[in-house]
């Protein structure tokens, strides 16, 4: 019961389940208190007030899927005819055929929902205001027909309804044939009232504030509904309290209902609904219809297939696809923080970039600094989870010495078994599936040797090509092995390929347990280190209620190009700038013979191409970035040349003007700065630097440096 409108079940109106005498069944009812009207009244005339007050609620709310008769039975006589009498709307539940959870969930929520519009009636009639009923009068097609008149009022928050009609050609996108431009004009700003964006005088139009809100994140092209203004309209129907909202509220609730339906199945329901059946003619009530399920697809709760079957959108939640990357990533940041989690600055542009310039990225450093968690938490964060199946953790085994783990293989019987990782591209390469990213996390990848269990894998993922519009890669399975099976395996995974939706993470701890990479899993990787530890940072209460995962398309990390000659022409001052630095770094690096190749650069190229399209972090910190991940992790080994490559490079990263003899002669002083707990200066690229720092006084103290050990 809700409190403001009754405290007793002896009177009132609340919810409750009513059990039938013999518990043959058992009833979920809105119901009236029966005690009290009894009181003061004969049993007859208690009886004809309680139908009366019954036939008034059934009339007011809408009470959707539930009976609004007077065939509920509980018992002969006594207590449990009252209640019989008193019921407004019920669901019965025979006891043999109970459904299940998900059902009487949805049955009691649907329940409660038109309790509290009763609620609401009751406080407005008692403060004079009238109950808010569904209505859906609009002949607006699509919602960004709103979109003109929002824009014209962007600079001026209050403009004359005239002055609108003057400038039609502006505030209503062309091709809509207007031929009484006033009304017209007065039609969209009577609906966008109703939405809460605007308010309407008897001459003009204003913004409210949720409106000023909605016309500050306008696309380039204003005709289209920009993220930002998707979400604010999908918050105004929650929590903005009209006539039109109201319908918008009854469509979304028949759609989770029905869930894949036509538009002849969803019409009944929503005319039925907004209690217009008998109002509006055949033509009008699917006219309405089609109306509503545009605004329904414009706002991401429903897609559309061919003229007339739609579906619900199953990510609908959240679904945002017209945010910048930025505010994509900005979001992300902030779930993972209301999650407990900090890492540093720019550490999830950049795991963002690492993935979209290459599906396979690796996370090396200490154990314990959440690097499993920033892929667990990232991949939940864009929509991927292991509940839903698109996250996968795989923890890798010492004795790991052949792909079958991972692929499969055919047993004693001749049956083909597939690996945890087929399992997955499996999935992901349904087609259902294919906008959906998914994530497979291969934790302490190199307990074993990483080039005897991945080898084949990162020779598919070379042969990542361009067909109709996707990427393609060689298929996962070899017909060798599935030519062994018995079980005809061949028909499900012969064709099997990496699909461009399936990212592969990996996790690395080095120390005395773990074995090296070689230079040719370094070269297909970005390697993101989590050493330098803040351990002094806390979680973040006023982050952790308020933000929720956003899910994202696979587009959204899928790359963007396979060959630098894709990006050439666009980008070509950027990539030959960037080439140019990377000459200079090859110099240096050709002494100890750990130059990069061809497929280095075009990595380091993309991503940088990607960091400036979407103008995530500046030129340098990006480049900065690529160095530490994609050049020092090649350096290792003992002597003069080792310690010269690092100095040399370390010049470089501080725009050192010394030459490298003279800092041959005292290394100290140019990398003792930057260790930790030392003042830093000013460089290039600072990142990059400290590492360098490390390795050197890790080779001048031990006389063996690497990336790995610091």
């Not at 329901?269 to 009530?285: C, D, H, K, S």
Request: proline residues 4%; hydrophobic residues 40%; charged residues 25%.
């Amino acid at each position: 019961m809700d409190r403001r409108i009754t405290t007793s079940t002896q009177r009132g109106e609340y919810i409750v389940y009513l059990f039938v005498e013999d518990m043959s069944s058992v009833y979920l009812t809105l119901a009236q208190g029966v005690t009290e009207p009894q009181k003061s009244k004969s049993k007859t005339e208690a009886y004809r007030y309680l139908r009366d007050k019954a036939r008034e609620l059934r009339e007011l709310l809408p009470l959707e899927g539930l009976h609004k008769d007077d065939q509920i039975h509980l018992a002969s006589g006594g207590l449990g005819r009252d209640y019989q009498v008193s019921t407004v709307a019920y669901y019965k539940y025979e006891r043999d055929h109970i459904p299940d959870d998900v059902q009487l969930e949805n049955d009691l929520k649907n329940l409660v929902d038109n309790y509290s519009l009763y609620v609401d009636h009751v406080l407005n009639s008692k403060s004079g205001n009238d109950f808010v009923k569904p209505a859906f009068p609009y002949t607006i097609a699509r919602l960004h027909m709103f979109q003109g008149i929002l824009k014209y009022l962007s600079d001026r928050s209050e403009v004359l309804i005239e002055e609108l009609v003057k400038n039609q050609d502006t505030v209503l996108k062309s091709g809509d044939e207007a031929k009484h431009p006033k009304e017209r004009v007065t039609h969209l700003g009577r609906a966008l009232q109703e939405f809460g964006f605007i308010t309407i005088s008897e001459i003009s139009f204003q913004l409210t504030d949720v409106g000023n809100i909605y016309t500050s994140v306008f696309l380039a092209d204003p005709w289209k509904l920009s993220g930002n203004q998707i979400e604010l309209f999908r918050n105004q129907i929650k929590a903005y309290q009209s006539r039109l909202t109201e319908s918008v509220k009854r469509a979304i609730e028949i759609v989770k209902e029905l869930s894949e339906f036509t538009l002849e199945e969803f019409t009944f329901p929503f005319i039925t609904a907004l209690g217009m059946a008998g109002q509006w003619n055949e033509v009008t009530q699917r006219n309405r219809s089609i109306f509503m399920l545009n605004w329904l697809e414009d706002l991401h709760f429903i897609k559309k297939e061919g003229r007339n079957y739609y579906w619900l959108n199953d990510q609908e939640e959240g679904v945002v696809l017209e945010l910048t990357v930025g505010e994509r990533l900005q979001r992300i940041n902030a779930f993972i923080k209301s999650k407990g989690f900090n890492y540093p600055t720019n550490m999830i542009e950049n795991f963002y970039l690492s993935l979209k310039t290459k599906p396979f990225t690796i996370l090396a450093g200490i154990s314990g600094t959440g690097k499993t968690k920033l892929i667990k938490l990232f991949a939940e964060a864009v929509g991927a989870t292991e509940e839903n199946g698109q996250f996968v953790l795989i923890p890798v085994r010492p004795d790991w010495s052949d792909p079958a783990d991972l692929i499969g293989y055919t047993d004693l019987s001749m049956t083909f078994r597939p690996g945890k990782l087929t399992e997955l591209i499996l999935r992901a390469s349904e087609p259902e599936n294919k906008e959906k990213p998914y994530f497979l996390c291969l934790d302490e990848m190199n307990l074993a040797r990483v080039e005897h269990y991945f080898s084949d894998i990162l020779s598919i993922l070379e042969t990542q090509r361009w067909k109709d519009g996707r990427i393609v890669t060689d298929t996962v399975v070899s017909k060798d092995l599935l030519a062994s099976s018995l079980n005809g395996a061949g028909e499900t995974f012969s064709d099997l390929m990496i699909p461009e939706n399936l990212f592969i993470v990996g996790t690395v701890n080095m120390d005395e347990t773990t074995h090296p990479f070689s230079k040719k899993v370094l070269d297909r990787a970005n390697t993101i280190e989590f050493n330098f530890i803040q351990l002094a940072s806390f979680p973040d209460f006023e982050l952790t209620t308020s933000s929720s995962p956003v899910p994202q398309p696979s587009a959204f990390l899928r790359s963007d190009f396979l060959q630098l000659i894709d990006a050439y022409a666009e980008h070509k001052a950027l990539i030959q700038n960037t080439t140019e630095t990377l000459v200079g770094i090859n110099e240096i690096l050709e002494e100890i013979n750990a130059h990069v190749g061809f497929r280095v650069r075009d990595a380091i190229c993309y991503y940088l191409i990607y960091n400036d399209k979407f103008q995530l972090m500046p030129e340098n910190d990006a480049l900065d970035f690529q160095i530490l991940q994609k050049i020092l992790p090649r350096i290792q080994g003992t002597g003069q040349s080792v310690l010269r490559v690092l100095l040399g490079l370390l010049r470089i990263c501080t725009d050192q003007k010394k030459s490298l003899e003279d800092m041959l002669m005292e290394p100290e002083q140019y990398y003792q700065q930057w260790l930790k707990g030392s003042s830093t200066t000013k460089a290039i690229y600072p990142q990059s630097a400290r590492k360098i720092a490390y390795m050197i006084r890790r080779l001048e103290e031990h006389g063996f440096t690497s990336f790995w050990v610091s």
